[in-house]
Every structure is written in structure tokens, then in C-alpha cells.
T-cell receptor
């Protein structure tokens, strides 16, 4: 496809379960960002990759959140021992250039923790 | 942390009306962006502003980058039903080797159709 894709689109987890969210960026895009969007709020930055290097993880809310992009394309955001406050839409965005270009967003994964 | 104050929070539009929303910050930013988000989708970039004082149009949309670099507004002229959605202002907040990366978003302005 031409755009950023994310899977699954919806995920329901019981509190304490681990989840893995996948992002397929636009082919050739160097930069990849993860954002968290709580209900009624704007997206908030979680972490940034330049190719396979995670250059900034200052937005990750706790050590239960972990992201990787091992081959510089697909990225996975993992949340361990999910809590109710983790319920949100998780958005992935990719950019062609090194951090400064337009970010193209995927449709997001809506995570609900019961 | 850094915060963008976006107003109004919500507004109702009638087809044909002009709409205006704005965004302010206590900090200076060198890039201001306006996005629209439809239900179940990610934000889509509408207009990007790179220079203080700049006025930029994209069809019926016009946005301005405030001269103080601490604010921006977005106008929509002659609104149509497909304009409904949530509009976000955003700025670049990160610093990676001199470039600015991650985006900081406002809380959004929700546009709905007048009943």
C-alpha cells in the first residue's frame, strides 16, 4: 500500500496482559515516530527511530513500554503488563527525511484494557 | 512540559459559514502545522508554516504563523459538510542534530454540523 499501515486496528486486552502493536511505514521512509492519543486529546510523542536506531524514547510513560525497529522498516511497540491507563489510540507516523520532513500517520491501533 | 492552547474546544458549523480557530504557546516555535483527523483515522497535514508572519492558503483553508512565533490561526471559508472533524495545531518539539522531529499537538478543535 501507499500509506502507513498499522495492525491490529483494535485490540482488547485484560489488565496484566502483554500486547504488541505493529507499524508498517511508507517504504523508504527513514524516520518513524510513535504517538499515544488518549480520548479527547491530541497525540503525544512516545519514541522516535532513525532507521533502526532509537534516538529518542523520552516520551515512553514507563519501563513497561518498549519499541523496536530491528531492520529499519517495520516497527513494533510492546506494552507489558497492561494497565487501564494504557487504553488509548497508538499512532505511528513515518517521514522520508531525517526528522524534519512531513510526517504521514497511520490509522492507529485502538487499545482497550479491561 | 510544552503546551499548546487551542481554542475553541468545539464549534458547530452551518454549511457556507466561515470558521476560525487559533493556537497559542508560551514558547517560541519555528514551525507551525495544522492537521485534520477524521474518526478512525490518523491526522492528515493541511498546512505547514515555516516563517513568522507567513500567511498560507490551501483551497478554502488559510493559516497564519504569528509574528511573535507563539501563535497561529486557521480559517476555513464557506464550510461544507465534509469539513467536520477534529483540527489540531502542532509544532515541532524535538531536537535531533539540529533538526526538529517529534510533534507537539494541541488538544484539538472539534467541528460538528449545526443541528
Amino acid at each position: 500500500g501507499a500509506g502507513v499501515s498499522q495492525s491490529p486496528r483494535y485490540k482488547v486486552a485484560k489488565r496484566g496482559q502483554d500486547v504488541a502493536l505493529r507499524c508498517d511505514p511508507i517504504s523508504g521512509h527513514v524516520s518513524l515516530f510513535w504517538y499515544q492519543q488518549a480520548l479527547g486529546q491530541g497525540p503525544e510523542f512516545l519514541t522516535y527511530f532513525q532507521n533502526e536506531a532509537q534516538l529518542d524514547k523520552s516520551g515512553l510513560p514507563s519501563d513497561r513500554f518498549f519499541a523496536e525497529r530491528p531492520e529499519g522498516s517495520v516497527s513494533t511497540l510492546k506494552i507489558q503488563r497492561t494497565q487501564q491507563e494504557d487504553s488509548a489510540v497508538y499512532l505511528c507516523a513515518s517521514s522520508l527525511s531525517l526528522a524534519g520532513g512531513e510526517q504521514f500517520f497511520g490509522p492507529g491501533t485502538r487499545l482497550t484494557v479491561l | 512540559g510544552q503546551q499548546l492552547n487551542q481554542s475553541p474546544q468545539s464549534m458547530f458549523i452551518q454549511e457556507g459559514e466561515d470558521v476560525s480557530m487559533n493556537c497559542t504557546s508560551s514558547s517560541i516555535f519555528n514551525t507551525w502545522l495544522w492537521y485534520k483527523q477524521d474518526p478512525g483515522e490518523g491526522p492528515v497535514l493541511l498546512i505547514a508554516l515555516y516563517k513568522a508572519g507567513e500567511l498560507t492558503s490551501n483551497g478554502r483553508l488559510t493559516a497564519q504563523f504569528g509574528i511573535t512565533r507563539k501563535d497561529s490561526f486557521l480559517n476555513i471559508s464557506a464550510s461544507i459538510p465534509s469539513d467536520v472533524g477534529i483540527y489540531f495545531c502542532a509544532v515541532r518539539g524535538g531536537n535531533y542534530g539540529g533538526s526538529q522531529g517529534n510533534l507537539i499537538f494541541g488538544k484539538g478543535t472539534k467541528l460538528s454540523v449545526k443541528p
